[in-house]
Structures are given as C-alpha cells and as structure tokens.
Nanobody
Framework: QVQLVESGGGLVQPGGSLRLSCAASGRTFSNYAMGWFRQAPGKEREFVTAISGIGGNTDYADSVKGRFTISRDNSKKTVYLQMNSLKPEDTAVYYC?????????????????WGQGTQVTVSS
C-alpha cells in the first residue's frame, strides 16, 4: 500500500506561482512513477505531468509545458509540482498519484494510488 497526502494548494492571482507537495508513505517510493492530475468542476480528470521512479524521465501535458515543473526527492518520499505563470484555466483540484509501471504513464488507469487532492484557484 502507498498513502499519498498533497499540500500547498490555495488561491493565487493570475501570473502567480504555487508549489504543491505530495508526501508518500508505505512501500519503496522509488519503485513508483508519480503523476499529477487535475479535475476542474464539470470536467474530466486530466493528466498534468509525471516523473519516473528514479526521476530521469518526465512528461507534461501541452497546456502546462514551460510553466509547470515536476520533481521528486526519493530520500524524503516526496514529489513536487512547481507551477508558474498560473492562469485561471489552471483552477482545479490537483491530485497526485503513484504507478508501479515503468516510465511516465500519462493516463489515470495506470495509477493505483491516489491522494485526496488539493484545491488550486487562480483568480484576481
């Protein structure tokens, strides 16, 4: 079992930045690819970004490329999402997730463990 707890969400103005954290407990953290997904009201959950177990590979949705950066610290069992140049359309509940698959899966079904989510609101 892997337990995930997100933190760092909040209200930010357009153009601002936030850093989300996701702390994991349980099995060997480096065995899992980690992903961030988001879900806006009335919309499907969508892939944001993912990082491989050792951290050598990453993938990003086109909508966040160049603005968001995923990283991980396996010694702290934590994955981070640095979000810069935030836009109102980034408003959503952000979820971190863990997958035992190799690489950087970009679809929700690949992930077996999910956090409870943290709200990010981008508004003036």
């Amino acid at each position: 079992q892997v337990q995930l707890v997100e933190s760092g969400g909040g209200l930010v103005q357009p153009g601002g930045s936030l850093r989300l954290s996701c702390a994991a407990s349980g099995r060997t953290f480096s065995n899992y690819a980690m992903g961030w997904f988001r879900q806006a009201p009335g919309k499907e959950r969508e892939f944001v970004t993912a990082i491989s177990g050792i951290g050598g590979n990453t993938d990003y949705a086109d909508s966040v490329k160049g603005r968001f950066t995923i990283s991980r610290d396996n010694s702290k069992k934590t994955v981070y999402l640095q979000m810069n140049s935030l836009k109102p359309e980034d408003t959503a509940v952000y979820y971190c997730a863990a997958s035992p698959r190799i690489g950087v899966p970009n679809y929700a079904l690949a992930y077996g463990y999910w956090g409870q989510g943290t709200q990010v609101t981008v508004s003036s």
